[in-house]
């Protein structure tokens, strides 16, 4: 359970579309709004007298870009959440580290997953773990001060991108780990596993359904990438 509500701050140039971010965080009870500004500069002050844990922001501003603006590593601890009407920047907002990138218009569905996906985020970032050096074959070992916990692979359902951290689904549950999601696929099988998305990858025996965009998995809805259908071609035969 989370402790206390998620500050964000909301920056965007345009009035309209701060009212929309706005109304659709109002939804959500676990997150405060501490701030809201249509300047980069005026952001940079406000993140640093607030500390917000998450900042949802426009990509084409004034003087800087939402993406300039997370280059220069002064948002502190905040999780950015893109929020463009401009798909292309996509790939880059990823390799940026940035949370969760959303298209204007707001669609109220899409936002409600990105919020629900922040609030599991910090739940589970509170009790995360590391993982053991020295694995065992069959497992992942993961450990959380003296503990030590073994993961069968095989019930490992889906890994996800989680800016530093990466989630591991299991067929029983969830956490959340301090390592890059490149860093936990390379000690597992590569012929179990594959990459879907640039946040995600799955067991190929854990598929349910896979579609043109998109994969089920045991009653997850995952994304697939465009860079990463050649890996699934195998299903679509």
């Known amino acids: 359970m989370l402790t206390a509500p998620l500050k964000y701050l909301v920056l965007d140039d345009d009035e309209i579309d701060r009212i929309s971010i706005e109304n659709e ?7 405060q709004k501490i701030a809201s500004c249509a300047h980069p500069l005026e952001a940079f002050e406000l993140i640093s007298r607030f500390q917000p844990d998450i900042i949802f922001l426009d990509i084409e501003m ?19 959440v893109l929020i463009t ?15 969760d990138y959303l298209l204007k218009p707001l669609n109220a569905e899409r936002f409600a997953r990105c919020a629900h996906r922040l ?12 993982v053991e050096s020295r694995q065992e074959s069959g497992y992942i070992i993961i450990k959380q001060g003296h503990d030590k916990y073994k993961l069968p692979i095989p019930e ?55 579609e043109k965009s998109k994969i089920h998995i045991q009653d997850h809805i995952l994304p697939i990438g465009k860079l990463y259908k050649n890996a699934l071609k195998p299903f679509f035969d």
């Open 156 to 210: 490992i359902t889906y890994l996800e991108a989680m800016k530093d951290y990466t989630r591991i689904k299991t067929v029983t549950g969830q956490y959340l780990v301090l390592t890059t999601l490149s860093g936990i696929l390379e000690k597992l099988p590569a012929d179990l596993f594959v990459r879907i998305h640039r946040s995600y990858v799955v067991n190929r025996e854990k598929i349910d359904v896979v």
């Open 85 to 99: 009407s401009h798909p292309e920047f996509a790939i880059e907002s990823y390799e940026l580290d940035a949370f």
């Open 25 to 31: 965080a109002k939804k959500f009870p676990f997150f």
């Open 62 to 80: 004034p003087d800087m870009s939402g993406i300039e603006l997370i280059k220069t590593r002064n948002i502190s601890h905040a999780l950015p």
């Open 119 to 130: 609030h599991d985020f910090w739940e589970m970032r509170m009790k995360s773990f590391d």
